[in-house]
C-alpha cells in the first residue's frame, strides 16, 4: 500500500495553492460579504486546469485523474468556500455528465464553452418538494415534435446565473418510476425559463443559489442527455463522484480552520503565555488534526477507486460523511480558540463556520450519507 502522493500530483498541489494564495484568499471575505465570486481569478483557472480538472484536452480541459482533482478542489476550499462550491459544481455536476453521456456533438458545444473561464455550468435536480427523494420529481418534459417542452421548477441550484448551460433532471414518462427520469441540456437563454435572484444564505455566499422556473421551455430533441429513461441512473451516478469533490472541498475549510487556529493559538498571550503552550487548546488541534488527516485519506481513497474503475459509491459518502462532521467541529473549536474575535467577521474562522455548514446538506444530506452506506454494507454482509 503507497498512501503517498506522486510527484505530478505533489507539483500540481504546489501550484494551485500558490495560485490560491495569491487570487483568492485576500479576497474570500470580500466574496463572501458581496456575493459576487472574483471573476479576474476564475479567468486565469483555465491555466492550471481548474475550470475542467477531468475534462480531456481535446476539450480545453486538464485530463486530470480524481485524486488531482479532490487536491484542487481541497485547495480551493482552504481559501475561499464560495468559489470552491462553485467549481466542484460546474466541475462534477455539469461537465461530468457532459463527458460521460454526451454526444460528440454536445461535447463539442458545451465543454470547451465551459473550460474557457467565462462561465460556470450547473445542474437541476431539487425542487421545491423533492430534495432527497428524488422521487418526488415533478418537471416534466413531453416531446412535441422535434423538441422537448418542459415545465416546473427547480430550487437551491448552484451556478445559473453564470451558466450558458444547465443540465436538468426531469419526467420524460410520467409511469415508469425510475425508469421515467432523463437528463436534458438546458440553455439559460431559452424562452421561458426564468432564473429567480440568488438565495439568501448564511454561508456560501459568493456561490449564488437560485430557483428556476420552466414554463413551457422548448429545447431541441438532440438535447437528451445520454439515453431516454437513464435519467435517475446518471443522476446517482454524478452524485457518487460529486461526493468525493464536496468531500475534498470540506476538508479544505477544515483546514483552513484548522490553520487559522493555530496562527491564532500561537500569537495570542494569555496567562503570561501564548495559549498554544495550554493543553485545552493543544487537544482542540490535536482532534482537528487527527479528524482532518483520517477524513483527507478517506476523500481520496475513494478517489483512487475511482480512478481504479471500482466501485466507490460507500467510499465517496463516507468520505463525504466524515469530513462535514470533521469540518462542523474543527470550524467550531477554532472559534473557541479565538474567543470573542472567533465571533467576529474580522477573522476567517467566523466565516468558514458559516460555509462549512451546508456540507452536511448538500450533495446528499448526513443522513442521507448513512443510509447510503448501510444499504451497502448490508448487501456486503449478504453476499
Request: glycine fraction near 12%; proline fraction near 4%; hydrophobic fraction near 40%.
Amino acid at each position: 500500500m503507497d498512501f503517498s502522493l506522486d510527484d505530478e500530483q505533489l507539483m500540481y498541489r504546489r501550484a494551485v495553492r500558490d495560485f490560491c494564495e495569491k487570487e483568492l484568499k485576500p479576497y474570500a471575505a470580500e466574496v463572501d460579504r458581496s456575493g459576487e465570486l472574483r471573476w479576474a481569478a476564475i479567468r486565469k483557472m483555465p491555466g492550471l486546469g481548474l475550470t475542467g480538472l477531468q475534462v480531456p484536452e481535446a476539450y480545453g480541459g486538464a485530463g486530470l485523474d480524481s485524486v488531482s482533482a479532490a487536491i484542487a478542489l481541497e485547495e480551493i476550499g482552504r481559501v475561499c468556500g464560495s468559489t470552491g462550491l462553485s467549481i466542484a459544481a460546474h466541475n462534477g455536476l455539469c461537465c461530468f455528465p457532459i463527458m460521460q453521456w454526451g454526444t460528440e456533438a454536445q461535447k463539442q458545444r458545451y465543454l470547451p464553452l465551459l473550460t474557457g473561464g467565462e462561465v460556470l455550468g450547473g445542474l437541476a435536480l431539487t425542487e421545491p418538494g423533492a430534495g432527497s427523494d428524488l422521487g418526488g420529481i415533478r418537471t416534466t418534459a413531453r416531446r412535441d415534435g422535434d423538441s422537448w417542452v418542459i415545465n416546473g421548477h427547480k430550487a437551491w441550484i448552484t451556478n445559473p446565473r453564470y451558466a450558458p448551460v444547465i443540465v436538468t433532471l426531469v419526467r420524460t414518462d410520467p409511469g415508469a418510476g425510475k425508469h421515467g427520469y432523463s437528463m436534458i441540456l438546458v440553455d439559460t437563454d431559452a424562452e421561458g425559463l426564468t432564473i429567480h435572484p440568488p438565495e439568501k444564505k448564511m454561508g456560501v455566499r459568493g456561490s449564488p443559489t437560485q430557483m428556476l422556473t420552466f414554463s413551457n421551455v422548448r429545447v431541441p430533441g438532440e438535447n437528451l442527455l445520454g439515453e431516454e429513461g437513464r435519467g435517475f441512473h446518471q443522476t446517482m451516478q454524478t452524485l457518487d463522484g460529486g461526493r468525493i469533490g464536496i468531500g475534498a472541498l470540506t476538508v479544505g475549510l477544515a483546514q483552513g480552520a484548522l490553520e487559522a487556529a493555530i496562527r491564532y493559538a500561537k500569537e495570542r498571550q494569555a496567562f503570561g503565555q501564548s495559549i498554544s503552550q495550554f493543553q485545552a487548546i493543544q487537544w482542540m488541534i490535536a482532534d482537528g488534526a487527527m479528524m482532518i488527516e483520517a477524513a483527507r485519506l478517506m476523500v481520496y481513497r475513494a478517489a483512487w477507486r475511482k480512478d481504479q474503475g471500482l466501485s466507490f459509491t460507500k467510499e465517496a459518502a463516507m468520505g463525504k460523511l466524515l469530513a462535514s462532521e470533521t469540518a462542523e467541529k474543527v470550524a467550531f473549536n477554532a472559534i473557541q480558540i479565538h474567543g470573542s474575535y472567533g465571533y467576529s467577521q474580522e477573522f476567517p474562522v467566523e466565516r468558514i463556520y458559516r460555509d462549512q455548514r451546508l456540507m452536511s446538506i448538500g450533495e446528499g444530506t448526513s443522513e442521507i450519507q448513512r443510509l447510503v452506506i448501510a444499504r451497502r454494507v448490508l448487501r456486503e454482509y449478504d453476499s
